[in-house]
């Protein structure tokens, strides 16, 4: 059995190790970031015959990049994919993902509640530019899939679970009807990681994060990663992140592999914070309702110990209150930062419904008091006293 084959059986392993090649950099335990922007071969056949897929072989940073390689490796082999590809953003990843697997004139299927930005990509770009319609699903069951694909659907959009009000997607039966209509799964697995979610082993064909996230983990980065289980998706995705120009850079690229090392270690100390964070919520008489998988009143509780092994620091709650007394609360925490992203050491609140219109928020399952907040590393003590602080004033 070789190292890497060995690494295989441990998601520590991974993280730590998998795709790095010591001897490759002087015994060096960290590898070197490649800052450099092409490479340089001996003969010009050399240049026109070299191999993309051969680890040791590169050519130009817009195509590949070393650096780069050992994230992907990791990646790839976290989500048990044939392959990964690392982008300079999320929407990077997600824009390249819905072009690669689209045409002019092709139906997607997508979730109400699917990233905000890439709906806006759906709805604009893709529908002013290459005429291609969208369906907007819940997604709670299978059924509202089956009756949204049709003949011409070539992607079905998932979030699972999503971002404000943490609700889960069947992604095996979803796969079932994809598998009907020829029609592509792509899912956002940036809440999860694919510490706790395998989404290509349950039916998933392109697996996207957003690596700003928790695979970075200390909010001074910016990426995005999609893995596949088909190596011809694979080649197709790559040639679209050539020509799109989205791969990301190496310095982006090693503050990653620095994040994943310790992400196993981050996600169940977020996870252990936000689940008494989320008890506390839900036994606060200001508190009308708490969304977070980990608690057995979550309605899809059952279908989220099927399909994940854990939780992290993400939760959303509504309180008994107005709009305004929502704005107050937010205001008045301290630790809790107001900020629109999460998954970072840190501990943020965002109000994300705040201006949308009561159809809108109905649509999405929660109304404009909604308070998404992102359970951080200072502490579960200080968190919950912060939050108890805050309460009290409304």
Request: proline content about 3%; glycine content about 8%; overall charge negative.
């Amino acid at each position: 059995m070789t190292k890497q084959e060995e690494y295989l059986k441990s998601s520590k392993l991974v993280t730590a190790h998998y795709g790095e090649e010591y001897e490759q950099y002087y015994n060096s335990i960290v590898p070197p970031v490649f800052m450099n922007s092409l490479n340089v071969f001996e003969t010009i056949d050399d240049y026109y015959d070299f191999d993309r897929t051969d680890r040791h072989m590169y050519c130009y940073g817009r195509v590949q990049n070393p650096t780069t390689r050992i994230l992907e490796d990791k990646i790839a082999a976290l989500e048990h994919g044939a392959g990964a590809l690392a982008f300079a953003s999320g929407m990077a990843a997600a824009t390249t993902a819905v072009l690669t697997a689209c045409r002019s004139g092709s139906h997607v299927v997508c979730i109400h509640n699917a990233y905000g930005p890439l709906k806006d990509f759906l709805n604009g770009y893709c529908r002013e530019h290459m005429g291609i319609a969208t369906t907007y699903v819940k997604g709670d069951c299978a059924e509202e899939f089956a009756e949204a694909v049709t003949d011409g659907t070539d992607l079905i959009v998932l979030e699972s679970p999503s971002s404000v009000v943490l609700s889960l997607q069947d992604i095996g039966a979803v796969r079932l009807v994809a598998q009907k209509h020829n029609a592509l799964i792509y899912i956002d697995n940036s809440y999860c990681t694919p510490i706790y979610q395998q989404p290509l082993l349950m039916g998933a064909d392109i697996v996207m994060h957003t690596t700003s996230k928790y695979i970075g983990g200390h909010s001074d980065v910016i990426g995005g990663m999609l893995a596949v289980k088909d190596g011809e998706l694979l080649k197709k995705l790559a040639r679209g992140r050539e020509l799109l120009g989205g791969i990301v850079g190496p310095m982006e690229a090693w503050l990653m592999i620095r994040g994943l090392r310790t992400l196993e270690v981050r996600l169940k100390a977020h996870q252990n914070t936000a689940m008494k964070v989320a008890q506390f919520l839900e036994s606060h008489e200001k508190v009308r309702k708490v969304n977070y998988p980990g608690l057995s009143s979550h309605p899809q509780y059952e279908l989220m110990k099927g399909q994940q092994s854990g939780n992290t620091g993400l939760l959303s709650f509504e309180i008994d209150g107005t709009t305004n007394d929502a704005k107050k609360l937010a205001e008045s925490l301290k630790i809790f930062k107001i900020g629109v992203s999460w998954g970072g050491f840190e501990s943020l609140v965002f109000m994300p419904h705040a201006r949308m219109d009561e159809e809108t928020c109905q649509m999405l399952s929660a109304d404009q008091n909604v308070i998404r907040i992102h359970c951080g590393l200072e502490g579960t003590d200080a968190l919950i006293s912060d939050l108890e602080s805050a309460l009290a004033d409304i």
